[in-house]
């Protein structure tokens, strides 16, 4: 072998062992890599990542080898976040709530406050310039800001329509479903989505869509109350807040007779729950110290009947009728009534039946005075329609809880009579001197905005009177 040859020889074999020695030193390096990653779960700078291609059973993919280790991590971050947001979350909640009732209490103090001073004259001149018809009218301006600035209501929105989220809206129960209604709509300021800053929480079925779909015409209520039951049961499996006060924050609202019938599906709904009613029947369970009176109103195709709406020929229109009444006799009340002056008197036209070609509401707007006697139930659109055509309320009830009766002084504007004095009801009302009967007219025709339903609703109108009833008695609820 001559020089040449030896010296290519030599250069072929450092060649050689140099590629053999690299690519010895490179499956050592992956091999650690590999081993590091199954048995450390070692992570490695972004510098440092592969990327590597497996078959496993599946179509070659890409897989990051950081994924391996970031997804043990994020799993034992996960379960340290489900550790820590518990008591986080239970935190949370609890300040929440707790910050409800500090509310709570200071509107109390500030409503305190203002029933024992006249430190609000000036604003209630201004939002309430009828003082005479008002408990006390500073207390009131007082409260309705109050809830103005803090109450919230939480619908559950367990159920569906027709049963649940609907409700009547023209017909004589329309007061029951325009508050369902408005309560439905997201843009009424006094809905919460968040039930751990609601004040109170609304069972929002319509008792007057119950009968209508569920009643069989038996006189048996059992179905009804089973719906009622089952709705209790069901919110209150879903969610803490019925067990946590036993219903004691929530209300049901119901214009139909058979509102009270169906409370009693549930103990705690019945003796706990707030109920508002048109049939507020203190004899029947009705306690206005947490139940609270809807007032019937009347709305046959939705609107006001076209001759109560408020107008100057309303305000002007003779009345040479002393009093008026027509209708069924049922109940206890109206057969006496009957019995005494059915067509006895001209001066007072009570009929039975009104015949065919008079008018109802003619005569309203033409009588001084309204006779409005319970019937089955204490409740009756009459009421309301005699305060609408300005017809001052004769009211002949007993055990009836009148609606507002926590704020308004209805004697400023109602004649109210002792069913035992319905044989000397001519006499009652013409001893009503004339000054006395224009005080009552008057003070009658400023109440009726608290007995309107308007859309949308307006401050201190029917739904925010009915909304204020409700909120006057969580006031009235200390909670622990």
């Given at each position: 072998?001559?020089?040449?040859?030896?010296?290519?020889?030599?250069?072929?074999?450092?060649?050689?062992?140099?590629?053999?020695?690299?690519?010895?030193?490179?499956?050592?390096?992956?091999?650690?890599?590999?081993?590091?990653?199954?048995?450390?779960?070692?992570?490695?700078?972004?510098?440092?990542?592969?990327?590597?291609?497996?078959?496993?059973?599946?179509?070659?993919?890409?897989?990051?080898?950081?994924?391996?280790?970031?997804?043990?991590?994020?799993?034992?971050?996960?379960?340290?976040?489900?550790?820590?947001?518990?008591?986080?979350?239970?935190?949370?909640?609890?300040?929440?709530?707790?910050?409800?009732?500090?509310?709570?209490?200071?509107?109390?103090?500030?409503?305190?406050?203002?029933?024992?001073?006249?430190?609000?004259?000036?604003?209630?001149?201004?939002?309430?310039?009828?003082?005479?018809?008002?408990?006390?009218?500073?207390?009131?301006?007082?409260?309705?800001?109050?809830?103005?600035?803090?109450?919230?209501?939480?619908?559950?929105?367990?159920?569906?329509?027709?049963?649940?989220?609907?409700?009547?809206?023209?017909?004589?129960?329309?007061?029951?479903?325009?508050?369902?209604?408005?309560?439905?709509?997201?843009?009424?300021?006094?809905?919460?989505?968040?039930?751990?800053?609601?004040?109170?929480y609304f069972l929002p079925f319509s008792v007057?869509?119950?009968?209508?779909?569920?009643?069989?015409?038996?006189?048996?209520?059992?179905?009804?109350?089973?719906?009622a039951s089952d709705y209790v049961r069901l919110?209150?499996?879903?969610?803490?807040?019925?067990?946590?006060?036993?219903?004691?924050?929530?209300?049901?609202?119901?214009?139909?007779?058979?509102?009270?019938?169906?409370?009693?599906?549930?103990?705690?709904?019945?003796?706990?729950?707030?109920?508002?009613?048109?049939?507020?029947?203190?004899?029947?369970?009705?306690?206005?110290?947490?139940?609270?009176?809807?007032?019937?109103?009347?709305?046959?195709?939705?609107?006001?009947?076209?001759?109560?709406?408020?107008?100057?020929?309303?305000?002007?229109?003779?009345?040479?009728?002393?009093?008026?009444?027509?209708?069924?006799?049922?109940?206890?009340?109206?057969?006496?009534?009957?019995?005494?002056?059915?067509?006895?008197?001209?001066?007072?036209?009570?009929?039975?039946?009104?015949?065919?070609?008079?008018?109802?509401?003619?005569?309203?707007?033409?009588?001084?005075?309204?006779?409005?006697?319970?019937?089955?139930?204490?409740?009756?659109?009459?009421?309301?329609?005699?305060?609408?055509?300005?017809?001052?309320?004769?009211?002949?009830?007993?055990?009836?809880?009148?609606?507002?009766?926590?704020?308004?002084?209805?004697?400023?504007?109602?004649?109210?009579?002792?069913?035992?004095?319905?044989?000397?009801?001519?006499?009652?009302?013409?001893?009503?001197?004339?000054?006395?009967?224009?005080?009552?007219?008057?003070?009658?025709?400023?109440?009726?905005?608290?007995?309107?339903?308007?859309?949308?609703?307006?401050?201190?109108?029917?739904?925010?009177?009915?909304?204020?009833?409700?909120?006057?008695?969580?006031?009235?609820?200390?909670?622990?």
């Amino acid at each position: 072998m001559d020089k040449h040859q030896y010296t290519r020889f030599c250069f072929l074999s450092i060649c050689i062992g140099s590629i053999a020695l690299v690519f010895a030193i490179s499956r050592c390096s992956i091999s650690f890599f590999d081993y590091s990653l199954q048995k450390l779960e070692f992570s490695f700078p972004e510098s440092e990542l592969r990327r590597s291609f497996y078959n496993a059973g599946d179509e070659n993919r890409a897989v990051d080898s950081r994924d391996v280790v970031s997804q043990q991590i994020l799993s034992v971050r996960s379960r340290n976040d489900t550790l820590q947001s518990k008591p986080e979350k239970k935190k949370k909640k609890l300040n929440r709530r707790r910050t409800v009732e500090v509310g709570l209490s200071k509107a109390r103090a500030s409503i305190r406050e203002a029933a024992s001073s006249n430190r609000n004259a000036t604003l209630f001149s201004v939002d309430l310039p009828n003082a005479q018809v008002y408990r006390n009218p500073s207390a009131l301006s007082q409260s309705y800001l109050e809830m103005e600035k803090r109450f919230k209501v939480y619908v559950y929105e367990e159920g569906e329509p027709p049963l649940v989220h609907d409700g009547p809206c023209k017909s004589v129960y329309a007061v029951e479903g325009r508050f369902i209604m408005e309560m439905e709509k997201s843009r009424t300021k006094f809905r919460t989505y968040d039930p751990d800053q609601a004040h109170v929480y609304f069972l929002p079925f319509s008792v007057t869509w119950l009968v209508t779909y569920l009643y069989q015409y038996n006189y048996d209520a059992e179905p009804l109350r089973t719906f009622a039951s089952d709705y209790v049961r069901l919110i209150s499996s879903k969610h803490p807040f019925w067990n946590r006060t036993s219903g004691a924050d929530h209300f049901m609202l119901a214009c139909h007779d058979w509102g009270p019938l169906t409370s009693k599906a549930n103990e705690d709904l019945f003796h706990k729950s707030i109920r508002v009613m048109c049939n507020a029947n203190s004899s029947e369970g009705f306690n206005p110290a947490k139940d609270a009176t809807l007032p019937e109103i009347k709305l046959y195709g939705g609107e006001v009947h076209p001759q109560l709406r408020l107008s100057k020929i309303l305000m002007t229109s003779p009345r040479p009728h002393l009093a008026f009444f027509a209708g069924g006799v049922h109940g206890p009340v109206r057969p006496i009534l009957l019995d005494h002056w059915k067509q006895r008197d001209p001066d007072m036209p009570v009929f039975e039946y009104l015949p065919k070609h008079l008018n109802y509401y003619d005569f309203m707007r033409s009588s001084k005075f309204c006779f409005c006697p319970s019937g089955y139930e204490v409740a009756s659109p009459r009421l309301i329609e005699a305060i609408y055509s300005e017809c001052i309320p004769v009211i002949l009830s007993v055990n009836f809880v009148l609606p507002f009766s926590d704020i308004l002084r209805w004697e400023t504007f109602s004649v109210q009579v002792d069913v035992s004095e319905i044989p000397r009801l001519k006499e009652i009302l013409t001893s009503i001197s004339d000054e006395k009967y224009q005080s009552l007219k008057r003070n009658l025709r400023y109440v009726r905005r608290h007995f309107e339903l308007n859309d949308p609703p307006k401050r201190y109108d029917a739904f925010h009177m009915i909304l204020h009833s409700i909120w006057l008695r969580r006031l009235n609820l200390r909670l622990t």
